[in-house]
């Protein structure tokens, strides 16, 4: 069992304990707070719970539906629609318009309305 906390964009930071077999993720839960730790390694705040989310991430992870390259939406979106591409596509077609937009609208554009705008056009 690792512990460790949750590397997703949240704000919440909880701690993790993630058990792992033979290499493999095989369960992920909450991290109660543990007085004895000298590290304080767990969080407060969220002592002894996770969302649903991360607690079932090992089968996303290892789902065989789990999108493993790049895909670039061919349709209007929600037609799901895409044709594969490789990550040196992806990647200069995402450096391509960054540049644009920086020349568009400056250096200082939104860049989250900027990935929403990528995915919606592209
Ligand atoms: S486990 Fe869920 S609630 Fe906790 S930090 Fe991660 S995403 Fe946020």
Redesign the pocket.
């Known amino acids: 069992m690792v512990r460790t906390a ?1 590397p ?1 964009d ?1 704000p ?3 701690s ?1 304990e993630v058990t792992i077999t033979s290499g493999w993720i095989t369960k992920i839960d909450a991290s109660p707070v543990d007085a004895s730790l000298v590290d304080a390694s767990s969080n407060p705040l ?1 002592d002894g719970w ?2 649903k ?2 607690k079932h991430h090992a089968d996303r992870v290892y789902s065989p539906e789990r999108i493993m390259t790049p895909l670039i939406r061919t349709g209007k979106k929600g037609s799901g629609e895409f044709r594969r591409a490789s990550w040196d596509e992806a990647l200069d077609l995402v450096a391509k318009r960054i540049t644009q937009s920086i020349a568009d609208y400056g250096p200082r554009f939104d860049f989250a309305l900027f990935i929403q705008l990528i995915v919606v056009k592209t």
């Open positions: 949750c997703l949240c919440d930071a909880c993790l969220t996770i969302c989310k991360v």
